[in-house]
């Protein structure tokens, strides 16, 4: 609810999902001030919306009601003013629960999709059924792995959980 200006804006262009209000409100307004937006904003912007329109919110400070930031794609849903904490709640408990290999693997393969080849994607290997049911759960996840690197698991970074799980496959 409110309004996300500034950096504010910049760190929900960050966020893997973005629900808001009905009555929030997203503006760079950097240009006011005589300054350029930061905190990635000017990187994050063209891949989620496009170069002209991004020049458009970085040159004129333009405020994009929720409806607007959702029709541009800067967020993933808008919800009713005092519905905003129980949708948060609801889907963070969603993320929290499910089964973080696969949401991690798939977070990374949507991020890594525009510069990847398709054949030497990991989409390409990682998709089939096979390798899905062995990334499924923590335990399943493991058997992939040589014995004495099953403990070592939990401790590893998601880029090196990836890049072991590419050495697997």
């Given at each position: 609810m409110g309004v996300a200006a500034g950096n504010g804006c910049s760190l929900a262009l960050s966020c893997d999902l973005v629900l808001a209000a009905a009555g929030a409100s997203?503006?760079?307004s950097f240009v006011r001030l005589g300054l350029v937006p930061d905190a990635g904003a000017t990187w994050l912007?063209?891949?989620?919306?496009g170069e002209r329109r991004a020049k458009e919110l970085v040159m004129t400070a333009r405020r994009l009601d929720a409806?607007?930031?959702l029709e541009w794609g800067l967020i993933s849903r808008v919800v009713p003013d005092d519905a905003l904490a129980g949708e948060a709640l609801e889907l963070a408990c969603r993320l929290a629960t499910g089964p973080a290999l696969a949401l991690g693997l798939g977070k990374r393969l949507v991020a890594d999709a525009p510069a990847a080849h398709v054949r030497r994607s990991a989409g390409g290997r990682i998709a089939g059924p096979g390798t899905l049911r062995r990334l499924s759960?923590?335990?399943?996840?493991c058997r992939c792995f040589p014995g004495e690197a099953r403990a070592e698991l939990l401790t590893l970074s998601w880029h090196e959980l990836y890049l072991n799980v590419e050495n697997c496959l």
């Amino acid at each position: 609810m409110g309004v996300a200006a500034g950096n504010g804006c910049s760190l929900a262009l960050s966020c893997d999902l973005v629900l808001a209000a009905a009555g929030a409100s997203f503006v760079l307004s950097f240009v006011r001030l005589g300054l350029v937006p930061d905190a990635g904003a000017t990187w994050l912007l063209p891949r989620l919306i496009g170069e002209r329109r991004a020049k458009e919110l970085v040159m004129t400070a333009r405020r994009l009601d929720a409806a607007e930031a959702l029709e541009w794609g800067l967020i993933s849903r808008v919800v009713p003013d005092d519905a905003l904490a129980g949708e948060a709640l609801e889907l963070a408990c969603r993320l929290a629960t499910g089964p973080a290999l696969a949401l991690g693997l798939g977070k990374r393969l949507v991020a890594d999709a525009p510069a990847a080849h398709v054949r030497r994607s990991a989409g390409g290997r990682i998709a089939g059924p096979g390798t899905l049911r062995r990334l499924s759960g923590l335990p399943r996840g493991c058997r992939c792995f040589p014995g004495e690197a099953r403990a070592e698991l939990l401790t590893l970074s998601w880029h090196e959980l990836y890049l072991n799980v590419e050495n697997c496959l």
